[in-house]
């Protein structure tokens, strides 16, 4: 059965995601998306009017997917150090995926000429990561908001970030596989994040 309407739309979402990531912005045609899709040219304009437009859309599937996948400190455990442990290693787990990665880079190369999307993924990346983390330090720990912004700043800055900016540079091998929750311990080294964590954090 063809696909149709919404279903038609999230199948040529996927592929798109698929071949910007493997093609760049640039070498991405909207005659290779409507291939790969299996569709013709006249429905994929007819649910994007464009290459940009297109390229949009898939920065808003990425940064839904990536979140649905990071998820609250909250999730990770009732203990709070532990549950911040956890949070962190997953952020820096996710951000350390191959396909993460690319994207990553997609958007800097992109981010002069489509501010919006670039915006869009920094928020995803960076902005709300950190805002979770703050909002859980405040509700934890005896600390106001702004204490709790300045905390989590510091434990993403100090154990998180640097080694994306490493895997971003191929300073650092990356994770080839969709990173899988059960094997953190095994990609990520908590021991430097849980240091951190109890450097920076007051008893709960």
């Known amino acids: 059965m063809a696909r149709r309407g919404e279903q038609l739309r999230e199948h040529i979402l996927w592929i798109a995601k698929d071949v910007f990531i493997e093609l760049g912005f640039e070498r991405t045609s909207m005659d290779v998306v409507a291939a790969r899709a299996e569709t013709s040219k006249r429905s994929l304009y007819a649910h994007f009017e ?16 990536y979140l649905g996948r990071l998820r609250t400190p909250a999730e990770y455990g009732d203990e709070p150090v532990e549950a911040v442990v956890a949070y962190c290693g997953r952020l820096a787990q996710l951000q350390l995926w191959t396909s993460a990665l690319r994207t990553l ?4 190369a992109e981010a002069e000429r489509l501010p919006e999307a670039a915006v869009a993924m920094h928020e995803a990346i960076f902005e709300t990561p950190q805002q979770r983390l703050a909002e859980y330090l405040t509700e934890h720990y005896p600390l106001d908001a702004e204490t709790s912004r300045d905390i989590a700043s510091q ?10 900016i490493r895997a971003l540079l191929a300073a650092q091998a990356p994770l080839t596989e969709l990173p899988d929750e ?6 990520v080294d908590l021991h430097p994040l849980r ?5 920076l954090l007051p008893p709960p």
């Open 182 to 187: 059960a094997t953190l311990a095994h990609d």
């Open 195 to 199: 240091a951190t964590a109890l450097a």
């Open 155 to 164: 434990l993403i800055g100090r154990a998180v970030y640097p080694r994306v």
């Open 105 to 108: 880079r997609l958007g800097i």
């Open 50 to 65: 464009s290459k940009d437009k297109l390229f949009g859309a898939v920065v808003d599937l990425a940064r839904e997917l």
